[in-house]
């Protein structure tokens, strides 16, 4: 097993510039979130999704969007990056919301 | 809406000396779950609590769940340089998991 593949690792983009950061589990787990992590803040939920077709905001959505057309792969789409997006992206899967997370290996976006 | 918070940001400490975070809950928690993060990595899972109370001890860790239900606590006995990383909490609300700041170990030896 895979578990969860994010891809990519790195990423600069320019202000203005959309990009789609790409997520999938092989564990068959309903429950997916992506966090993105900035020093001194911890781990802020953008999205998430409890099933296929389902997805909800988090703590801190705007200037993301995300789709769940598939069980397996939950991207997360930047639709017009700005600076304040620079940070490093963690995507999430758990089989329910009571058993344990397992986090994909980050996307480190930087923004200029 | 739901925020964790956690204590202290950041802790030195001695190889040896014992470590303790605290985490606590703008409201009632179904579950807490801690994981740690290396540096440069993911965080990976530790461990969940569930009931008011309750304890669990994972070799040097104990972990803790408040009786009420909105703060736990990670302790770490006689620290080592393996332990060097950043600790999270994270708290489950309706139908989200919402992280903890964090708080970040540095173990010298």
């Known amino acids: 097993n895979a578990g969860v593949t994010q891809t990519p690792k790195f990423q600069v983009l320019k202000t203005g510039q959309s990009m789609t950061l790409q997520c999938a589990q092989d564990?068959?787990?309903?429950?997916m979130s992506w966090y993105r992590q900035d020093p001194g803040m911890g781990l802020r939920l953008i999205h998430y999704s409890v099933g296929a077709g389902i997805t909800d905001q988090g703590e801190v959505p705007n200037g993301y969007n995300v789709s769940r057309s598939t069980t397996e792969d939950f991207p997360l789409r930047l639709l017009s990056a700005a600076p304040s997006q620079t940070s490093v992206y963690f995507c999430a899967s758990s089989k329910t919301l009571n058993t344990e997370a397992f986090f994909g290996q980050g996307t480190r976006l930087t923004v200029v | 809406g739901q925020q964790v918070m956690q204590i202290p940001q950041y802790q030195h400490v001695q190889e040896g000396e014992d470590f303790t975070t605290y985490c606590n809950s703008s409201t009632t928690l179904s579950n807490i779950q801690w994981y740690k993060q290396r540096p440069g990595g993911h965080p990976v899972f530790l461990i969940q609590l569930v009931k008011s109370g309750e304890v669990k001890k994972q070799k040097r860790l104990t972990f803790q769940f408040g009786e009420a239900k909105k703060n736990s606590s990670l302790h770490i006995t006689a620290t080592q340089t393996t332990d060097v990383g950043t600790y999270f909490c994270a708290g489950r609300g309706t139908d989200k998991l919402i992280f903890g700041t964090g708080t970040r170990l540095q173990v010298f030896p």
């Open positions: 564990m068959n787990h309903e429950y």
